[in-house]
């Protein structure tokens, strides 16, 4: 059974810097892309970075473009280098696979940016 497993979270002031692991183990169908998710209280989850298989392309959510950069490590972890945090990237953080039918959703860890 597929586990997607995220770490690297925690408590940074602004303009610190973090970086996010994802790591999936067992049977890893053939993906689409690796991506970043996050969410706060009340709203929906957005795209923070998505990385392409096949075509090793990234894209990235405004908010965080120049700021975060996602990296393929190998075929079953991807990170996030997340500089000049800010207050508003508080957040959980969802490592999330992304089949071409259906996507698999980690448990999410806990970043925080205190002014």
């Known amino acids: 059974q597929l586990q997607v497993v995220e770490s690297g979270g925690g408590l940074v002031q602004s303009g610190g810097s973090l970086r996010l692991s994802c790591t999936a183990s067992?049977?890893?169908?053939?993906?689409?892309?690796m991506a970043w998710y996050r969410q706060t209280p009340g709203s929906e989850r957005e795209l923070v970075a998505r990385v392409y298989s096949d075509s090793g392309t990234s894209e990235y959510g405004d908010s965080v473009k120049g700021r975060f950069i996602i990296s393929r490590d190998n075929a079953s972890t991807v990170s996030l280098q997340m500089n000049s945090l800010k207050p508003e990237d508080t957040a959980v953080y969802y490592c999330v696979l992304q089949k071409y039918v259906g996507v698999y959703w980690g448990q999410g860890t806990q970043v925080t940016v205190s002014a």
């Open positions: 067992g049977f890893i169908p053939k993906l689409r892309a």
